[in-house]
């Protein structure tokens, strides 16, 4: 049974920052890609970041570089999103996913056979 379980969301004024935690159980080895979406209300579901293994590859999205870090730990269990300089239109809910697919970059939703069940980040003005 494979499990994502967020954490660390919350509600934050515009310039603040947030870290959020992602934990993996179960077969974690046949996840060579995780990743972090988000989805604003009315709005796709719409790739942040993603990072292969334990960081051989790291996506951002452009909205977000320069602001937000990914990183993968303990043992590639883990993966975080350490999102700096947040803005209103950063306001969505985060999930985290995770992806079989190897040997290249995996950014479409379509390519992650599992989710967590998100974390609200609201950043106010």
């Known amino acids: 049974q494979v499990q994502l379980v967020e954490s660390g969301g919350g509600l934050v004024q515009a310039g603040g920052s947030l870290r959020l935690s992602c934990t993996v159980s179960?077969?974690?080895?046949?996840?060579?890609?995780l990743g972090w979406f988000r989805q604003a209300p009315g709005k796709e579901r719409e790739i942040v970041a993603a990072i292969t293994g334990s960081g051989a590859t790291i996506y951002y999205v452009d909205s977000v570089k320069g602001r937000f870090t990914i990183s993968r730990e303990n043992d590639m269990k883990t993966v975080s999103l350490r999102m700096n300089s947040l803005k209103p239109e950063d306001t969505a809910v985060y999930y985290c996913?995770?992806?079989?697919?190897?040997?290249?970059?995996?950014?479409?939703?379509?390519?992650?056979?599992?989710w967590g069940q998100g974390t609200q980040v609201t950043v106010s003005s």
């Open positions: 996913a995770a992806s079989r697919i190897r040997g290249r970059l995996v950014t479409l939703t379509s390519e992650y056979a599992y």
């Open positions: 179960g077969q974690t080895f046949s996840f060579p890609t």
